[in-house]
Nanobody
Framework: QVQLVESGGGLVPAGGSLRLSCAAS????????MGWFRQAPGKEREFVAA????????SYADSVKGRFTISRDNAKNTVYLQMNSLKPEDTAVYSC???????????WGQGTQVTVSS
């Protein structure tokens, strides 16, 4: 089992920045992938970014490339999402998740609200 706790959400004006954190506990293996997803009101949940736990390879949704950066601190079992140049359309509940293999996304955090005002 893996437990995930997000933090760092809040209200920010357009153009501002926020850094989200996701603290993981439990059994985390080197082949796991960590990711961030978001869900805006009335919309489907969408992929934002992912990072391999040990190798550091990353991937991003086209909508956030160049603005968001995912990183991890293995010593702290924590994954971060640095969000810059935020837009009102980035407003959503952001959740982190663990992928044990092949995009299964097996464990989820409770989510943190990000609101970008225009």
């Amino acid at each position: 089992q893996v437990q995930l706790v997000e933090s760092g959400g809040g209200l920010v004006p357009a153009g501002g920045s926020l850094r989200l954190s996701c603290a993981a506990s439990g059994r985390i293996y080197s082949n796991y992938q960590m990711g961030w997803f978001r869900q805006a009101p009335g919309k489907e949940r969408e992929f934002v970014a992912a990072i391999s736990w040990s190798g550091g390879s990353t991937s991003y949704a086209d909508s956030v490339k160049g603005r968001f950066t995912i990183s991890r601190d293995n010593a702290k079992n924590t994954v971060y999402l640095q969000m810059n140049s935020l837009k009102p359309e980035d407003t959503a509940v952001y959740s982190c998740a663990v992928d044990k293999a092949f995009g299964s996304w097996d464990y989820w955090g409770q989510g943190t609200q990000v609101t970008v005002s225009s």
